[in-house]
């Protein structure tokens, strides 16, 4: 049985599922976002903020996954070394979108 619980990890929150003995962090990331489009690519301090997150986020968990519907942000999270799933556009919320990820993310470890 799997349960999806909130973890507080370097002062933000993020979807995290946990199986018997793994913790998975899904860490939802938008381009189109209305506040601040482009955000999880942005620039600080020479690296992007969701390769930041990404790092922040990886040494929490035993395993931590980017899911987008942004081809940017994939080859990005890739160009890093992270691990990304791409997700479908239509989500309403991150929730959904993290959803759609673990979904393909344990998917992928019944097919080893």
């Not at 049985?1 to 929150?13: D, E, K, N, T």
């Not at 976002?33 to 690519?41: D, Y």
């Not at 035993?62 to 942004?70: E, F, I, K, P, S």
Request: glycine fraction near 6%.
């Amino acid at each position: 049985m799997y349960f999806l619980r909130f973890l507080l990890c370097a002062g933000r929150s993020f979807f995290v599922i946990s199986p018997a003995m793994k913790t998975i962090a899904i860490i939802p990331a938008r381009y189109q976002s209305t506040r601040f489009p482009g955000k999880p690519l942005a620039v600080l301090g020479g690296t992007t903020v969701i390769e930041r997150v990404y790092r922040r986020v990886e040494n929490c968990v035993d395993m931590a996954v980017v899911a987008t519907d942004d081809e940017r942000i994939y080859d990005a999270v890739e160009a890093f070394g992270g691990k990304v799933v791409m997700t479908r556009a239509d989500h309403r919320c991150g929730t959904d979108r993290c959803l759609e990820a673990y979904e393909a993310v344990t998917d992928m470890a019944k097919n080893l």
